[in-house]
């Protein structure tokens, strides 16, 4: 069965620590790897979208990566405006139905202590 | 330009009741899409609408009906309300299918009693 796991669920971090939030899939035929952002009380805003195994993108503090399982959202000195959620989807194409699904992760709780 | 926009906010039904949740997009997206957002469970799709005239169903439809109004609304309407519709339900819009650089609205917080 399709599955995105994020890990963890939530991190602490100190303002200027680097680290690493975790998205690991396994689909059948991956289209896309998506990355948003969602603040309390607010919709997901899209980050990033990585397509094949080997990619990065950066934006600001934030490079997102992608392997054949996984990707990373490094996030380097992170400030405590970088506190949010964030998601990770997969988009997968079926080869028998033709149809694109996309499928979302639980999402890591980043929490940035001034 | 105000993105994707949706009403209401909050809404508190009792059992058996209906309602509409209306939104709108102004980036001329042909695309437009309902989720919706529990504790512990990624955002699942209800229903979503390639292009204006056409819908499809989600991953769970069950309790819905959509209305693509024009290319820029796009409503889901709960005809009998259940607590297990109690979610936070956000619609999203994108330039095309299976695009999924998505654009999503602030969110209609929906308690069923």
């Known amino acids: 069965e399709d599955q995105v796991t994020q890990s963890p669920e939530a991190l602490r971090l100190q303002e200027g620590e680097s680290s690493s939030l975790n998205c690991s899939y396994t689909?059948?035929?991956?289209?896309?790897l998506f990355w948003y952002r969602q603040d309390p009380g607010k919709g997901p805003e899209f980050l990033f979208t990585?397509?094949?195994a080997g990619e990065e993108k950066e934006k600001e503090r934030l490079k997102a990566t992608l392997t054949k399982k996984e990707s990373f959202l490094h996030i380097t000195a992170p400030k405590p405006e970088d506190s949010a959620t964030y998601l990770c989807?997969?988009?997968?194409?079926?080869?028998?139905?033709?149809?694109?699904?996309?499928?979302f992760g639980t999402g890591t709780r980043l929490t940035v202590i001034p | 330009n105000a993105g994707v926009t949706q009403t209401p906010k909050f809404q508190v039904l009792k059992t058996g009741q209906s309602m509409t949740l209306q939104c709108a997009q102004d980036?001329?997206?042909?695309?437009m899409y309902w989720y919706r957002q529990d504790p512990g469970m990624g955002l699942r799709l209800i229903y979503y609408?390639?292009?204006?005239?056409?819908?499809d169903k989600g991953e769970v439809p069950n309790g819905y009906n959509v209305s693509r109004l024009n290319k820029r609304e796009f409503s889901l309407r709960l005809e009998s309300a259940a607590p297990s519709q109690t979610s936070v339900y956000f619609c999203?819009?994108?330039?095309?299918?299976?695009?999924?650089?998505?654009?999503f609205g602030p969110g209609t917080r929906l308690t069923v009693t």
């Open positions: 989807a997969v988009q997968d194409w079926e080869a028998q139905t033709g149809a694109n699904n996309l499928f």
């Open positions: 609408s390639a292009s204006e005239g056409t819908t």
């Open positions: 689909v059948s035929g991956l289209r896309g």
């Open positions: 999203a819009s994108s330039d095309r299918l299976a695009v999924y650089e998505q654009y």
């Open positions: 990585l397509y094949s």
């Open positions: 980036m001329n997206h042909n695309s």
